[in-house]
């Protein structure tokens, strides 16, 4: 069974940091693309940045310079490095992957895990 596994959220005051990491398993033959979304209260789901294989990367301009994304092909691992911290970051944050399986190329989310930016 293919899933990703989210960890590293918590509390965190203004201006802290916070790094997430996201680990797919199960029977993976590829993975195309790795990437984090976010859902606040009352908001839809947005993206916060993507990866590629090559590792090519993009991401929302309300993080550009406080966030970076980077992986670890071999270790099937995606991290969130999250710095400078503010209140309007606070949301649950999915892990993301667009993945080559045995059921063919999908796209998987994780479980999400709760980011709180407050004093």
């Known amino acids: 069974q293919v899933q990703l596994v989210e960890s590293g959220g918590g509390l965190v005051q203004p201006g802290g940091s916070l790094r997430l990491s996201c680990a797919a398993s199960?029977?993976?033959?590829?993975?195309?693309?790795m990437g984090w979304y976010r859902q606040a209260p009352g908001k839809q789901r947005e993206l916060v940045a993507t990866?590629?294989?090559?590792?090519?990367?993009d991401s929302v301009d309300s993080v550009k310079g406080r966030f970076t994304i980077s992986r670890n092909n071999a270790w099937k691992t995606v991290y969130l490095q999250m710095n400078s911290l503010k209140p309007e970051d606070t949301a649950v944050y999915y892990c993301?992957?667009?993945?080559?399986?045995?059921?063919?190329?999908?796209?998987?989310w994780g479980q999400g895990t709760q980011v709180t930016v407050s004093l």
């Open positions: 199960g029977t993976i033959l590829s993975i195309y693309v």
């Open positions: 990866i590629t294989s090559d590792g090519s990367t």
């Open positions: 993301y992957a667009r993945m080559a399986t045995v059921a063919g190329n999908r796209d998987y």
